[in-house]
């Protein structure tokens, strides 16, 4: 059989994406086939440390660009902008002629197979209107319960402990009052969590509630429309702006 | 690794299945992974050949769900509803605690993945306002172009010359009229076109466009829900009702 | 004036069945035309003695479907299918030419014509979910300001005081929080507590809020679909699938 | 059994509604029940008469509301304002307190109940759009297929055989290109047609398609209302404004 | 530069008008360009003194209509009706062939561009659901996070401090529980407080939150429109009825 | 009276720009009010010189966000960002305290204060989908009656004769099989054109029919908000991430 691999761009500068790296493995393992492998690759000076608003992604979203062409270029088979934003993803499905996956549209599509409605805990207050555009983007905006926050930074996020007290309060309030059978974890730097997340919430409620991973998901998915080859459609996705800026 | 088992129920009678099982498993090869293994069953005596009508799939529907809850009670892990019109997927969803999928969600799911707007082909009229009510039951009704049908009942598909004309024609008008950017295939028992549709669409329009194959995709989400641990939330599906009906 | 005859199917055991009747029939009384008279059928051994789940629904909706039919050929004018939940009402529109009412979409019928906003208030948690589906299905999900329960289940629906003052707080929260401006009864077996909860209601906030009983409405509706000469589209609804089940 | 009452107001000039009024008691015969009886009041001069615009709804909504009031005064237990339109319906909701339908809502309530998506055929293209602001107000907009119109004008409409044709020629367009499974007459004065058109379209198509007219509808849905004992939420519709007009 | 003229009509008693006119002198004055003049006119005698029901609304309808037929034969350039519910704005534009706006869908319009949901904050309980009746018509419902009412009539709006003792308490609901990120003043003769919760909604908050205020937002639009040369479109607005009623 | 100033970033290379400015200034004179006036800036080396994908508005993002900042420190009160696809404009609301429009929202405001529903011609066929993703992020995708384009690209829009042709096919097919009641000029760089198919539609169709200019309808709703004091609101648009690239 032939090996298939995947590009995971991390698109935040290097030095913060080493940080996350080993988390993602451990998210990833699980979920990955056999016959597919997974290489990571962050962004160079220039561009931000990690990214809670729309300029953050517009800063970052040239060399996601160039990290994108570059693996197409290299033979992978497919790529995971490995951000809940999904920055640049839309121009990468223009830009390249493989699958692209950013982590939002496959937690949805993941949380959608279990549940009708759920609720989507992202890190801080400026993320949650980010995340709405989003939700109207993919057309899901009934099947979102609520959006909310943990008010945790991402440069916070290896506070595993009070990453856990958050989500377990938010995600109850989400429960109780606003009608959300599933949680999505709004951020792919939530790492280590999602078991904790998934048994807290069953056995506060006594009964199976599905907590959905942004980075197993988008995994899953990628390696899905990689093996049904399934590829951006040419009449959603243009062809890419030929265009060599000269501060690249 | 631990090997995972899925059961594929085609819910028509034994001896019409077994007409399909050699292309089902033509669709599943390629993406199978190597930790995964299929099986299939199908109904017995009492219930319809085929499923064109609301009322087929009612009276299949009792047949399934005891195959589903036998398939867990042997150590399953995932079932596949092999028919588009998902009979009975509601339910097992409450019947069993292993990941469901029938044939519609998955092909949507993988759909908006690589475009916002596709129509879907399946094979005679009447099937066409029962998809319209999966779409509004799933809430993806914004996404879908159009439905639209090939003339070709179930037990004609095996005329395979005829079905790729029909497709490539319906497909055409979906395209060029009607706003589609990708078509899915809607029945499962559409074999051996998918190949043939994806290049003669690419070919006609000059460009590439998704082929969304219902077979495929059921593999590769419910392959996605069981390394990813997702199950059907008790909060969406209540516990199934005991019951021990006479005649069964 | 020719009498017309509609058929009740109580969609449950015939044991379960009996208790409710005498209720169906008060419910009734002011709404049936002098030209119309009612007849009740509930269904034999081998079926659920109430429905609170999509599987309870799926065991009873061949003997529905036999039913119906059976009506029809008596020459039934029309059919309600005494459940909230309303199943097998789609197959059945399928299965025979005469109207076929269920007991959900008559009543949001008759309260979308006194509000445009209303919280429906069903027996148990299980069956929320249900008719969250069914809103959708009938694409009037915009109408519902929330969907709520007694915490009751069926067989403790007798207990008609329990009832009433569970009705008047679910009601209380739907109108104070969530902009309800009608409530629905969504069970046909909470009887004898419409005139209380309506008279509660007016009472407690000063001005007349409408009840909507789905039973009256049932009959309301199937009576002017009948007289209105309007059967089920076979434009939505195929011919049924033709079928000998061997167990029947 | 107590006689119940509906008054029938034809908003328009009674010169003009004259003409109308034997063939509304042919459509409100089948469909009036034995413990209801009909009466019809028109408006004086100084209205408009006959209604194509908003402008006119406007001119004769004053004339309507006093028509109402005395209604309700003189012990009328409904009122069904006789036009497609619903000229000052949302006011009259307001003003009294017994049931108020005007032909738009009933007719789209009884077509929901038999099919998913309809077209409407009214008299001419200044209608159309009203009618979409009436299918969005009452948020049914998703159920409709289309608007059409026949191009004859509401004082052409006594020329039978041209209505007839038009309304096959548009309702065939609607059912061939536009998804419609069921048509509703868009005027309340499209009269001696409906069972022209029913019999021509199931016999062209060679299937039962249903035809809504909207007074059998109305007075279908008006009885139902009054017997189940609804009126107009006041969560819904305020208390009216006391005034006296001087000029009335 | 050729001088515009814009008529306001203020859809209420003359003498119940000319209370407002000084505050509404102070919200147009900063919008208004040193090209535009305005001008006011109130009803007379038979109209009411102010509106909160449809009813009212209605009363009013026909000297509204007068009034506008007349600003435009006087050669005005654009009509504002002067009142939130937007009274006969919508026969306006078949009746005229100049801009006609009303007080709701301009502010709505402004709060659009600068926040994606808002709430409204009305006078009295009555209001609210006739304007979830124009944000449906409008088709902005998706952007209305809620409708409240501060429970002050129109004629005790003259009492600024209550008024802004009630906006700030409702505002902060709306924002807190609600999800507004941005507050609509949902009548015009809100006068003088719009800076005060601007003020004290930012202070509070420590953010900048949008106030929108429909008076200025409606000049600002109109004088929009007017320079776009932008008129009704006759697709969406035929030609008024020729009519001459009696009484008037 | 303060004069007013307002930044016209044209989003693309310096030399191209130049080509439009004189056609944007003959579409501003008619909108500007005396107390406002227009500078343009447009962007360095390294950008696209015209854009017609989501990658081209990718390439150029980050000097327009550039000169935004460099806008509002000049103190510059508004700015429009002259482009119909809105590259960076959410970005823009973040990284700035004063109004920023595109061209698309300000063209749709417009088309809704004088129509229900309208179609949109934009440029080349790469356009169309990107145009559909607004539509949905504004959340109005159900006024629009279709987008379709002229097939002529950017650079080939100073054959105005070709292009004004392409415009009234194009918005005849929309008028007549699509429900268009208005039209928008889907590209900011369709000059000199405006007027001609505004005469030509009325003419064609013998009745006024809105032609809205992307250009002059921008202009116009931000000196709106600037006279009405509304930015965007923090709690839509956080506050832009402090970052300094280093290629910049």
């Given at each position: 059989?032939?090996?298939?691999?995947?590009?995971?761009?991390?698109?935040?500068?290097?030095?913060?994406?080493?940080?996350?790296?080993?988390?993602?493995?451990?998210?990833?393992?699980?979920?990955?086939?056999?016959?597919?492998?997974?290489?990571?690759?962050?962004?160079?000076?220039?561009?931000?440390?990690?990214?809670?608003?729309?300029?953050?992604?517009?800063?970052?979203?040239?060399?996601?660009?160039?990290?994108?062409?570059?693996?197409?270029?290299?033979?992978?088979?497919?790529?995971?902008?490995?951000?809940?934003?999904?920055?640049?993803?839309?121009?990468?499905?223009?830009?390249?002629?493989?699958?692209?996956?950013?982590?939002?549209?496959?937690?949805?599509?993941?949380?959608?197979?279990?549940?009708?409605?759920?609720?989507?805990i992202?890190?801080?207050?400026?993320?949650?209107?980010?995340?709405?555009?989003?939700?109207?983007?993919?057309?899901?905006?009934?099947?979102?319960?609520?959006?909310r926050?943990?008010?945790?930074?991402?440069?916070?996020?290896?506070?595993?402990?009070?990453?856990?007290?958050?989500l377990?309060?938010q995600?109850?309030?989400?429960?109780?009052?606003?009608?959300?059978?599933?949680?999505?974890?709004g951020?792919?730097?939530?790492?280590?969590?999602?078991?904790?997340?998934?048994?807290?919430?069953?056995?506060?409620?006594?009964?199976?509630?599905?907590?959905?991973?942004?980075?197993?998901?988008?995994?899953?998915?990628?390696?899905?429309?990689?093996?049904?080859?399934?590829?951006?459609?040419?009449?959603?996705?243009?062809?890419?702006?030929?265009?060599?800026?000269?501060?690249?």
């Amino acid at each position: 059989m032939k090996q298939k691999r995947i590009m995971v761009i991390v698109p935040i500068t290097e030095q913060s994406a080493q940080a996350f790296i080993p988390g993602f493995e451990q998210e990833i393992a699980p979920v990955l086939s056999a016959d597919f492998s997974v290489e990571y690759v962050a962004l160079e000076a220039g561009t931000t440390p990690f990214i809670q608003t729309r300029t953050a992604e517009l800063w970052n979203s040239q060399q996601i660009l160039l990290k994108a062409v570059q693996a197409e270029k290299a033979g992978y088979d497919g790529i995971f902008v490995n951000c809940f934003g999904e920055p640049a993803v839309e121009s990468l499905k223009e830009s390249v002629s493989i699958p692209v996956v950013g982590g939002f549209a496959p937690a949805v599509m993941n949380a959608m197979m279990v549940a009708h409605r759920f609720s989507i805990i992202t890190v801080v207050e400026s993320v949650v209107p980010m995340l709405g555009d989003l939700a109207r983007q993919l057309d899901v905006a009934n099947h979102v319960a609520s959006i909310r926050h943990a008010n945790l930074p991402v440069n916070q996020l290896h506070d595993t402990e009070k990453l856990k007290q958050s989500l377990l309060e938010q995600s109850s309030i989400a429960i109780e009052q606003q009608g959300a059978q599933a949680i999505i974890l709004g951020c792919t730097g939530m790492l280590e969590v999602h078991d904790y997340l998934s048994h807290a919430l069953s056995s506060k409620y006594q009964r199976y509630i599905p907590v959905v991973g942004p980075v197993g998901s988008a995994i899953g998915v990628l390696q899905n429309l990689i093996n049904n080859q399934l590829k951006p459609s040419r009449l959603a996705y243009g062809e890419p702006t030929e265009v060599m800026p000269l501060y690249l």
